[in-house]
């Protein structure tokens, strides 16, 4: 934990282990290109996603879109590459006191979000490019959130805070991109509620609490991979499932929340020129945009966990969440049973609660809370997770390359990867450490897990 962030670039492989030159010193796997440090003395951040697009063009800059110039000397200090701490929320932040505050954060009765601008001081970007303007087409933005409840927006093309958006009142706990519109953001906290953005107009497009909402902290959230719906879970022992688009199209009528989405992308907040749009159809000024309260989810189940439900995620139309009881579960929702759903008072519908259990995966010493797991998409052959122990477990999800079927409710795990002995300088690490998250790369080359000693660790997974 902490208010720092840092980016890392991974090595492309390298001839023989030399470097192009010809030279026997070969780049370090992974290698820290940016680091964010958020001057909030009260902030940690628990939750970070690449999403949008910052301003300019990526190329002839690293793959974070820093001048090399700026990174450090990549041959001083015995290969490690030295790096300048990026500090924000300084006293040039218009909104100092908003998140630069001592306090602890509260719960807030907002009806709607904010959105602050971080102009760039300095002279070679003196243009002020809105999120949505022409000019967005460089690197991914780095959405940043933790313990403050205020998402942090970094342009990492120009090296500050470009944005912020407020209105949770507790601890985020989890942030997500949309697959299918790098604009859109989910967001969940402490506060009991998942917040949908739209990053491009700065818009809190709609808030999923309420009635049927969730009755504790919420932990995590997954987009299905059409972009069309989402997953929740969290303290309350619940999975609930949310629509963003209604796949239901015979009354010839949007979704409540689809409406709103499309409405948010046609909201200019006050104060900003869209220059997007010059020449075009004047685009409807306005200083709030109204959003929407979304109370009822289209499925609902306590029935896979007995305890806190701490990462849930999509794996086709199927379901694989995890708990603090030691396995992953692989279920399937089903809708149609009438007498297991779940009745509401304000609404005539009830609310499907009914599951298949398919499979599980167990793993020992995985008894914390907050633990991550993940099976890469599109195809989820395999799942990967970690332990208390600093072990890697890695399972397939289906049949393997023996012609297994795979389908033995209780899957044995093919790989056990370790973060105990050696790593980078040479130094040694025996200590056993919790592996918080594990993520492999868009390409699933590679697996990435990071310890509560805040060690990095890499493997090769092609």
Not at 100 to 117: G, M
Not at 118 to 129: A, E, G
Not at 140 to 154: E, H
Request: with cysteine.
């Amino acid at each position: 934990g902490g208010p720092y962030a840092t980016i890392y670039e991974v090595a492309a492989s390298t001839n023989n282990g030399k470097e192009s030159n010809g030279s026997s010193k070969v780049q370090p796997p992974l290698a820290a290109r940016q680091v964010y440090c958020d001057v909030d003395d009260g902030e940690t951040f628990y939750t970070c996603a690449f999403g949008g697009r910052g301003v300019g063009s990526p190329v002839g800059y690293s793959a974070v879109g820093v001048a090399e110039e700026e990174c450090g000397d990549n041959n001083a200090n015995n290969g490690h590459q030295t790096n300048k701490i990026i500090h924000f929320g300084d006293s040039k932040h218009q909104e100092q006191n908003q998140y630069n505050s001592k306090r602890p954060a509260k719960r807030q009765k907002q009806s709607e979000a904010q959105s602050y601008i971080q102009p760039h001081t300095k002279s070679s970007h003196s243009t002020f490019l809105l999120p949505y303007s022409a000019g967005q087409n460089g690197p991914p933005l780095l959405c940043l959130a933790g313990t403050r409840g205020i998402i942090k927006v970094i342009d990492t093309y120009r090296r500050s805070l470009f944005m912020t958006l407020s209105g949770h009142g507790n601890d985020i706990t989890d942030l997500k991109f949309s697959p299918a519109n790098e604009w859109l953001l989910l967001s969940s906290s402490k506060d009991e509620s998942i917040r949908l953005w739209n990053l491009q107009r700065g818009v809190n497009v709609a808030i999923f609490m309420g009635h049927n909402g969730h009755r504790g902290q919420i932990l995590s959230v997954a987009w299905h991979l059409s972009g069309t719906k989402f997953a929740s879970c969290g303290m309350d022992n619940m999975v609930k499932l949310w629509k963003v688009l209604d796949d239901n199209k015979e009354k010839g009528k949007d979704g409540p929340v689809e409406t709103a989405l499309r409405k948010s992308f046609n909201v200019t907040p006050d104060g900003w020129s869209d220059q997007n749009n010059i020449g075009q159809e004047e685009v409807r000024q306005t200083k709030q945009f109204d959003t929407l309260f979304q109370q009822f989810p289209y499925f609902s189940t306590n029935k896979v966990h007995k305890d806190y439900v701490d990462c849930v995620q999509f794996v086709g139309d199927l379901i694989l969440s995890k708990s603090v009881s030691n396995k992953v579960v692989l279920w399937k929702p089903l809708f149609g049973n009438e007498e297991d759903s779940e009745s509401t008072i304000y609404s005539t519908q009830r609310v499907p609660s009914s599951i298949l259990f398919l499979r599980e995966f167990k793993l020992d010493h995985c008894g914390s809370w907050y633990v991550r797991f993940e099976s890469p998409p599109p195809y989820h052959q395999v799942l990967a997770l970690g332990n208390q122990k600093g072990e890697v477990k890695v399972w397939h999800l289906g049949g393997n390359e023996e012609g297994d079927s795979g389908c033995h409710p209780n899957q044995k795990y093919f790989c056990n990867l370790t973060t105990s002995g050696w790593f980078g300088g040479g130094a040694a690490s025996n200590e056993q450490s919790t592996v918080r998250m594990v993520a492999f790369n868009p390409h699933g080359s590679n697996l990435v897990a990071v310890r509560d000693d805040s060690t990095v660790w890499m493997w090769d997974a092609a």
